[in-house]
Every structure is written in structure tokens, then in C-alpha cells.
């Protein structure tokens, strides 16, 4: 299998945490998503990254999809659960630390454009939405001891912010979240995968 990639991506890297929790031996391809590396763009043709090559040569598009598949031939406890009520409740968290990570991106993006073009109403509200997502983890109480996909993606998420959004204060007030980061950075495919 083959996996097309950036480092800096949260959303690559959640994938090659999966990967290496479930034992799974994938080539990680780093590819320039934005020069429309033509690699990326044959197997997706909206070029983002992550991309999976499956073994049968057909590609597996977006990090949950990717993650669930993985999760699937990997061996090991499952990181989300086959179905009811605690599969949904992992998603749910999942899915908060997804929201997170893309209103994080939106800002970065954002910050790109010339200053003259950039929207300070909506970066408000992205900020704002990643606050109220951040409460919406903490008051989850998660914890590294409970290890699955909604908890991976969490720790993914906090580190990023850390990574392209130095000055964005997420950790004041949460201490359940800043637990939870310092522990799952401490697992071997977290330190392997840390962004650069």
C-alpha cells in the first residue's frame, strides 16, 4: 500500500498513527498537493492529501474513510467500534476533532491571502468555532487509557494547533485535553509522526 502524504497534514498524519497502531507497513509518499503532483492527482482528482493506494490498486480518499479501512486489515483492538451505540459515540468525537482541525486549516489559509483579502469576520468565527469545539472535548472527558479513533484525532488536532497555530491558547481551562495530549505523545506513533 501506498500513501500520499505531507508532513505537516493532520489529516495524513491521523492515518499514519492508524497505520502503525494496527501494525500495517505502508510506503508514505510525500507529495506537493498544491503543485498538483501528478501522482496524487491521478488517483485523486481534487489532489488533497491523504490519499491510500489499496493493495488492489484502487485509491481510498478522505482520513475517516482511510482510518476505517486500515483499521479493518490491521491487527490489534479495533479504533472504531463495527456498530451501535459506541461506535456512534466514537464518531461523534471524531468528528469534533475533524471540526476542529478545519476551521484550524480555514485560519491558516486565511492568513495566506494578502492582508487586504482576508475576512476578519470569518476568521472570528473560525476561532470561535475551534473554542467551542475544544469545550465540547474537554467536557468529554477523554482519555489516552480509552484509545480509539475520536481519541487518536483529538491528540492529532491539539498538536497541530500547537504546530501552525502557536498563539492560538487552547490549553487554559482544559486540563483534561492537555492530559490527554501530553500522554498520547508519548506513544510511539505519535513521536514517529510529530509535524515538521
Given at each position: 500500500m501506498k500513501l500520499y502524504i505531507t508532513a505537516p497534514s493532520p489529516f495524513a498524519r491521523k492515518c499514519r498513527i492508524v497505520a502503525r497502531e494496527k501494525g500495517l507497513s505502508i510506503e508514505e509518499v510525500f507529495v506537493d498537493p498544491y503543485a498538483n503532483a501528478p501522482e496524487l492527482l491521478a488517483a485523486n482528482p481534487v489532489v488533497q492529501v491523504p490519499t491510500l493506494i489499496a493493495p488492489d490498486g484502487l485509491p481510498v480518499n478522505d482520513s475517516p474513510v482511510i482510518c476505517e479501512y486500515l483499521d479493518g486489515l490491521g491487527s490489534g483492538p479495533r479504533l472504531l467500534p463495527a456498530d451501535g451505540a459506541e461506535r456512534l459515540r466514537v464518531r461523534r468525537i471524531e468528528v469534533l476533532?475533524?471540526?476542529?482541525?478545519?476551521?484550524?486549516?480555514?485560519?491558516?489559509?486565511?492568513?495566506?491571502?494578502?492582508?487586504?483579502?482576508?475576512?476578519?469576520?470569518w476568521m472570528t468565527r473560525w476561532t470561535e468555532?475551534?473554542?467551542?469545539?475544544?469545550?465540547?472535548?474537554?467536557?468529554?472527558?477523554?482519555s489516552a487509557d480509552d484509545f480509539h479513533i475520536g481519541v487518536l484525532n483529538t491528540g492529532v488536532a491539539l498538536t497541530w494547533i500547537d504546530f501552525r497555530h502557536p498563539d492560538f491558547d487552547w490549553a487554559t481551562g482544559r486540563p483534561g485535553l492537555v492530559a490527554l495530549q501530553a500522554a498520547l505523545e508519548a506513544r510511539p506513533s505519535f513521536m514517529e509522526t510529530r509535524p515538521a
Amino acid at each position: 500500500m501506498k500513501l500520499y502524504i505531507t508532513a505537516p497534514s493532520p489529516f495524513a498524519r491521523k492515518c499514519r498513527i492508524v497505520a502503525r497502531e494496527k501494525g500495517l507497513s505502508i510506503e508514505e509518499v510525500f507529495v506537493d498537493p498544491y503543485a498538483n503532483a501528478p501522482e496524487l492527482l491521478a488517483a485523486n482528482p481534487v489532489v488533497q492529501v491523504p490519499t491510500l493506494i489499496a493493495p488492489d490498486g484502487l485509491p481510498v480518499n478522505d482520513s475517516p474513510v482511510i482510518c476505517e479501512y486500515l483499521d479493518g486489515l490491521g491487527s490489534g483492538p479495533r479504533l472504531l467500534p463495527a456498530d451501535g451505540a459506541e461506535r456512534l459515540r466514537v464518531r461523534r468525537i471524531e468528528v469534533l476533532a475533524d471540526g476542529l482541525l478545519e476551521m484550524g486549516v480555514k485560519l491558516v489559509l486565511e492568513k495566506r491571502r494578502p492582508e487586504s483579502e482576508r475576512s476578519p469576520s470569518w476568521m472570528t468565527r473560525w476561532t470561535e468555532n475551534m473554542h467551542r469545539c475544544l469545550d465540547a472535548l474537554e467536557a468529554a472527558g477523554l482519555s489516552a487509557d480509552d484509545f480509539h479513533i475520536g481519541v487518536l484525532n483529538t491528540g492529532v488536532a491539539l498538536t497541530w494547533i500547537d504546530f501552525r497555530h502557536p498563539d492560538f491558547d487552547w490549553a487554559t481551562g482544559r486540563p483534561g485535553l492537555v492530559a490527554l495530549q501530553a500522554a498520547l505523545e508519548a506513544r510511539p506513533s505519535f513521536m514517529e509522526t510529530r509535524p515538521a
